[in-house]
Structure formats: C-alpha cells, structure tokens
C-alpha cells in the first residue's frame, strides 16, 4: 500500500508543468518516500499549483478536516508545501511547491 501511495504522487507530481519523470531504478520513489511520510503523502497527491483550502483538500482526500490540516502543517513546516495567507478572506489556502525539481535529480552509478 505504502508503495502506491508514492507511485500515485510521482504520478501526480509528473502531471504538473515541470513533471517529475520516473526513473529506471526508481529513484524518484526514494526522493519521495523520504520527504513524505505515507500519512502525508495522501494529500499531497490532491494538492495543486493553484492554492486551495483545507475543507476542499480534505473532501477531495477523503480524509477528516483536522487530520488534513495537521498533515498540511507538517509537510508546510519541512518546506514541501506552500501556505498562502489572505487577510481580505480571511483564510489559509495550501499548494505544492516545486517539488517537481526533483524529478531532473539522476543517479550516477
């Protein structure tokens, strides 16, 4: 299960305009399983460049608001993910950062 949380992020992360090509010996795999926790993986699969709220996260996750939040917490505090602030609405919206970058990392074995 674990293994297709990844697969579906690499998937996810591929999609967006900088991609996040797989790799022969599965690299991006690896990058992904140590920056994301399984738990943290599975809204990060349903984040976009476009920021969104935690209520539209969660419902797309099919996760509960508060275990959303926490998760966007700590992936916004390891640098992951953006966090966006607007005082005119009043709210807190949430987006994935470049994380694509690390799709042109290669190995050199």
């Given amino acids: 299960m674990n293994a297709d949380i990844y697969r579906k ?10 991609g996040f090509p797989p790799t ?3 690299l991006e795999l690896r990058i ?3 920056l994301f926790s399984p ?3 599975k809204p990060a699969v349903h984040l976009n ?5 935690v209520p539209v996260i969660a419902k797309r996750a099919r ?3 508060v275990d959303t939040r926490q998760m966007l917490e700590e992936m ?10 607007s005082l005119e609405n009043r709210c807190i919206t949430w987006g994935i950062n470049s994380l694509s970058a690390f799709g042109n990392f290669r190995s050199t074995d």
């Fill in 9 to 18: 992020l690499a998937r996810h992360l591929d999609k967006l305009p900088s």
């Fill in 49 to 53: 460049l476009i920021a969104e709220s």
């Fill in 63 to 65: 996760m509960s608001e």
């Fill in 24 to 26: 022969e010996d599965g």
């Fill in 32 to 34: 992904l399983k140590r």
């Fill in 76 to 85: 916004a505090a390891r640098g992951l993910i953006s966090i966006l602030v």
């Fill in 39 to 41: 738990e943290q993986a």
